[in-house]
């Protein structure tokens, strides 16, 4: 059974604070993505990796920072966590084309709450 | 620019019956796949049904089709006998074959369906 976890299902960290959200994949798969959820703006995308040590930014990469040293771990980093970091952290990931169905498969999330 | 519009919020359905969820899309690629996914209370992402835009015939899932017009560039999502599992939230996604290898997907706002017994 192919899965994606995540290292927290909730989460509650202090303003200031450095966040580190961990997820891990089980399917070999080359690409690994970071989108945060809310309410009325459905999924953005914050940073995807498409292989070891490599990064891409998404189209709401201020204020995180991502690593991926492994093929299987892709990090997310909130350098200093502001309470508008408050949200759903959902990470995903694919095979490495773009053609056909190869949907994004999808870790259970993280909500993150930033007093 | 790539778009995905998904211009209801809410929609409830008695359970049994039939129930459209609507997906407009703007993109200036020929070649993209449209995607639609389900998130339950959970808050998984449930991968549901899957529409290539070269594809002819519109796409079916057990329940779930794709009514895909391709020149009004909607995507709709179509559950037949509808259950009360069903009842979650849906998004529709596209990615554009020019993100290449990537398989980058853009995410519309998502639509709340609550299923009535």
């Known amino acids: 059974d192919v899965k994606v976890t995540q290292s927290s299902r909730y989460l509650v960290k202090r303003t200031g604070e450095k966040v580190f959200l961990e997820c891990v994949q089980d399917m070999d798969h080359e690409n690994m993505f970071w989108y945060r959820q809310d309410p009325g703006l459905g999924l953005r995308l914050i940073y995807f990796?498409?292989?070891?040590?490599?990064?891409e930014k998404g189209d709401i990469p201020e204020g995180y920072s991502v690593s991926r040293e492994k093929k299987e771990r892709f990090s997310l980093i909130l350098e200093s966590a502001s309470t508008n970091q408050t949200s759903m952290y959902l990470c995903?990931?694919?095979?490495?084309?773009?053609?056909?169905?190869?949907?994004?498969?999808f870790g259970p999330g993280t909500r993150l709450t930033v007093l | 620019a790539q778009k995905i519009t998904q211009t209801q919020p809410g929609m409830f359905v008695q359970e049994k019956e039939a129930v459209t969820l609507d997906c407009t899309y703007d993109?200036?690629?020929?070649?993209?796949?449209l995607f639609w996914y389900k998130q339950p209370s959970s808050g998984e992402m449930i991968f549901l049904i899957y529409q290539g835009s070269y594809d002819q015939q519109n796409a079916t899932e057990g329940r779930y089709s794709l009514n895909f017009q391709k020149a009004r560039k909607s995507a709709n999502l179509v559950i037949s006998a509808s259950q009360l599992g069903d009842s979650a939230m849906y998004f529709c996604a596209m990615r554009e074959a020019r993100s290449g290898g990537y398989n980058k997907l853009i995410f519309g706002a998502g639509t709340r369906l609550a299923v009535h017994p």
């Open positions: 993109t200036s690629d020929p070649s993209y796949g």
């Open positions: 990796s498409y292989d070891v040590k490599m990064k």
């Open positions: 995903a990931s694919s095979p490495h084309s773009g053609s056909g169905t190869n949907e994004q498969f």
